[in-house]
T-cell receptor, first 112, second 112 residues
Framework: GQQLNQSPQSMFIQEGEDVSMNCTSS?????WLWYKQDPGEGPVLLIA?????ELTSNGRLTAQFGITRKDSFLNISASIPSDVGIYFC????????????FGTGTRLQVTL | KAGVTQTPRYLIKTRGQQVTLSCSPI?????VSWYQQTPGQGLQFLFE???????NKGNFPGRFSGRQFSNSRSEMNVSTLELGDSALYLC???????????FGNGTRLTVT
């Protein structure tokens, strides 16, 4: 099945550093979503973006919906140990709104 | 407000058997979607139910089926299990339309 290109695949960072990850697609999406998944749990919604060019923040997280509607990025500022996990982007198409296409995931590990 | 509840959390089945997984959506949510998560293929859309009707379907064989009840609870069935069906099966609910999906913690199915 299709997956969106998400990079980087994994990253090791030190506590306090900023993190940036992005997601690209060959298709246009109406909505971009960012999720975080911890081991043994389901993905938890972090940010939802509904409009091309939109920049949205949720605490230390900031995400943007690309102007072309084919990409999105997520920034985490001043990372802390509990930021560890796998981050997924997901695109929501114009039709079939629940038929999300997910990215390949970015595994984040934070060292003290 | 209770989140999406999936039961059971873990299942071990033998090839050729069939299995039924259950999902209770967030109260008031009418759309229920199912996803399969594997290390190789990532998160893949199975199907979506809304008001007891299948509204969208992914690219999975007919061995995968589901249904939704009048209270929005949903079940997913996999018949004639294969080793490759071993995965984390995630259920997600949403109000409807473009509202974001909220995931449960999944059912981990192991086929031996």
């Amino acid at each position: 099945g299709q997956q969106l290109n998400q990079s980087p695949q994994s990253m090791f960072i030190q506590e306090g550093e900023d993190v940036s990850m992005n997601c690209t697609s060959s298709s246009i999406f109406n909505t971009w979503l960012w999720y975080k998944q911890d081991p043994g749990e389901g993905p938890v919604l972090l940010i939802a973006l509904y409009k091309a060019g939109e920049l949205t923040s949720n605490g230390r997280l900031t995400a943007q919906f690309g102007i072309t509607r084919k990409d999105s990025f997520l920034n985490i500022s001043a990372s802390i140990p509990s930021d560890v996990g796998i981050y997924f982007c997901a695109g929501q198409p114009p039709q079939g709104a629940s038929k999300l296409t997910f990215g390949t995931g970015t595994r984040l590990q934070v060292t003290l | 407000k209770a989140g999406v509840t999936q039961t059971p959390r873990y299942l071990i089945k033998t090839r050729g058997q069939q299995v039924t997984l259950s999902c209770s959506p967030i109260s008031g949510h009418r759309s229920v979607s199912w996803y399969q998560q594997t290390p190789g293929q990532g998160l893949q859309f199975l199907f979506e139910y809304f008001s007891e009707t299948q509204r969208n379907k992914g690219n999975f064989p007919g061995r995968f089926s589901g249904r939704q009840f009048s209270n929005s609870r949903s079940e997913m069935n996999v018949s004639t299990l294969e080793l490759g069906d071993s995965a984390l099966y995630l259920c997600a609910s949403s109000l409807e339309g473009r509202s974001p999906l909220h995931f449960g913690n999944g059912t981990r199915l192991t086929v031996t």
